[in-house]
């Protein structure tokens, strides 16, 4: 393949085109948005699943790639696995991630309209996966297919892999990426799933936080027994599994109960403290953003530390006993719950899970049978803010949003991200366009149509500073 | 009418006949068992009520009530009530107490036979409904019936009030009663919706628990939130509810840990202490016919008084978050749960839900909305052991089970009890024929054909002993 110059008219060429298309790509987006992907629905699904990735590879086709595949997994949704590899081998190659699936919907009454029904407004673009991470990667998308068809090539290769279980905490990423280890070679990776602050306040992630998921089993009694009649002699599985469950964490301090829990936590450096001073995140904005009556949390740490720096617990879901109309005193056979545990580096979700199971274990009456289940591990990690991939997005921000972005870890948890940093040994850019609005993982999700638009054409000028920093 | 004079004869042709009928009466049961008619439920399955309110007017029209009627409450299933007044002025009037509405059926997946498809083997009768209350009272009524048509007459008036919101907590009896004082007037009050220990251990019932039942919402954020992103910043209100429920009970103690909460519990007289001395409950009785690990309850009492004569706690169910399969790593906006408590006397359920009310409102952190709603009180209640018509049942059961029965205070709740006690002014007999085994409240419900068929013999004494005690 020929090589290519690059410069400042090629750029205005793709930023050019990719206006053109505004309209057109918004369009596409509506089509993506309407499979019905929910990874924890896998494989009842799978037919919508096999419908996405069908559109997704015509679509990265149409757009110029020179390659566009949906590669099986076993028992797991396909990978979708695009190249572009024009610019030769002095260019840098970038590797592009994201996730096509999506979070489920329910309380699904709670959405205005259908989630896999996706309309537009004149801000706005609804339905879920809209922000995470459908309309998010295909602004990346889009940005290449400006530079490909505004004027013929792209200033870096690219490669792009779109996952199909991100919300299921990828179980089979890593073995793909073991096993397709050579194919993805490359000198830097982005990842496009996070979001801003607000459309003036871009953010660069230099860390995520990691998770430890699990399930608590409690079960007494061989059967469902009248509370009326045995009420007092046996111990109720839902009473003790509320009384496990609230022994986790203390209810003034919000501290983690469970020995060692805090033992790896590692402080953060001057320079982290530094950065996060400048993030304009209030405790009037985060009662905004969520409705609560008064935030919650550790009292005495910022809102903005608690939110990315520190760990937590979370019951996300209880099941047992009656919770239909009306009522059913009854003393359930069996009581669970669905946990998790965001972890800060350097804590290591094996460990707090091991941590947790014994605790657990110690504290629980011989009157009930107690099982605690492993849902899914995801380490914290954090990246290199020194790293070319991170600093080219410093101009491409600018040139796009007019600002700089500030730097933050984030909250959510990324397994994605250690296993991109391990097994393909390169630095990450982490960052993404969506807002606090978005609803992500809620009912009514939506993506910002400036966002959609700008995001895309940052991305247009970070191909061209990468290629710039890296050549 | 006629003054009739029964005697030992007509005893042993009443006897007889119900015999002769028992087959038949196995078989009309069946066909009761059939209707859906899950109190909780209603009015949605209105019309499994009314079919089953036609069945029964038919029923007692045929076995010679003199008077049989489906009577409409508003808002509520109707009372079915009959009346047979042959036995003159001089004799005593029975009013007999039973129920034909049943407990919700979950979990469904259970039960070995749908529930209300109901069916035989050599010993038991199963379906929902077969021994609360359906097969009891209609061994009550079998036993009239063999009388009037064995006999020609009973020996004893009777009202019939069969009612379809027990397990409900009768939230319209109260009015019923009293709109119907005058035809309900009565020398005694039969209920036998109870059960013995084992077929050679019957029991009245001196007393029962109430009931204090309760839904707690917890709400924070206004819409269900990404742990991730928002973690640490709010509280869960799951996390806070499941603090609150585990705030209301000591985990070792047991004990209800609301301020005041057992400042009206009685202790149990000498005389109470010295039938409770004799009541062949054991605690490898527990553990066998539950299946728990081990007993539980209040360190330190025996079970026999844990299971009747102490107040209790229990957490009956709990909504909110995800609950599905997979991981959804969420922060629920709201979360709720359905308790109750058992009261003993003097304990009053008006005052108890006041006191937990107020307790909660006062641990609850501002960092979420609270809401406490009443979902229903039953007070607790006793009975006067040297009444006619408790007295009355010692021979019958002497002549039907071989034994006297063991009296002892029920754990369940009977807001009915206390309802016919200060509406009517009259004593109770409390007894019944279930069994520890019949699974009532519990997946694949039955009952012993032998404790039908002798309940029923029991009965036909028992009425006859009346008219002999009250005469």
Known sequence: MSEMIHDKSQLSLALEYLDRQHAGNLR???????????????????????????????????????????????????????????????APTLLIYGHYDVMPVDPLKEWKHSPFEPYLDEQRIYGRGASDDKGQFMAVLYAAEAWLKGTGSLPVNLKVVLEGEEEQISPHLDEYLQVHRGRLQCDGILIADMGGLDPQVPLVMYGVRGNC???????????????????????????????????????????VLVPGFYDRVKELTPRELALAEVVPITDEAGVY????????????????????????????????????????????????AKISF?????????????????????????????????????????????????????????????????????????????SMQKLLNQDVLLTGFGLPEDAEHSPNESFSIQQFQRGAAMMVHYFFELSQVMK
Chains 1, 2 share one sequence.
Not at 62 to 77: K, L, S, T
Not at 358 to 375: Q, W
Not at 403 to 412: H, I
């Open 213 to 255: 998921s699990l399930e608590i089993h409690v079960s007494g009694p061989a059967r469902d027994l009248h509370s009326g009649t045995y009420g007092g002699g046996v111990d109720n599985p839902l009473n003790v599994l509320v009384r496990l469950l609230a022994a986790l964490q203390d209810g003034a301090s919000r501290k």
């Open 342 to 418: 965001r972890l800060v580096p350097d804590q290591q979700p094996e460990e707090i899970q091991w941590l947790v199971k014994a605790y657990l274990e110690s504290i629980a009456p011989p009157t009930v049978r107690l099982e605690v289940k492993t849902l899914g591990l995801a380490p914290p990690a954090t990246v290199d803010l020194d790293a070319p991939v991170v600093q080219a997005s410093l101009k491409a921000f600018r040139n796009s949003f007019g600002v700089a972005p500030c730097f933050v870890r984030g909250g959510g948890s990324l397994p994605i991200l250690l």
């Open 289 to 336: 953003f969520t409705g609560v009556p008064a935030l919650g949390g550790e009292p005495g740490i910022p809102l903005k530390l608690r939110l990315s720096s520190r760990p937590t617990f979370e019951v996300h879901g209880i099941v047992g006993g009656y919770t239909g109309e009306g009522v059913k005193t009854v003393i359930p056979a069996h009581a669970s």
């Open 28 to 90: 596409q987006l509506l089509e993506l948005l309407r499979f019905p992907t929910i990874a924890a629905e896998y494989p009842e699904n799978a037919a919508a699943f096999q419908g996405c990735t069908n559109w997704l590879v015509e679509k990265l086709s149409g757009m110029g790639f020179e390659y566009a595949e949906g590669i099986p997994v076993q028992d797991a949704p396909p990978v979708v696995y695009a190249e572009w590899s024009g610019a030769g081998t002095e």
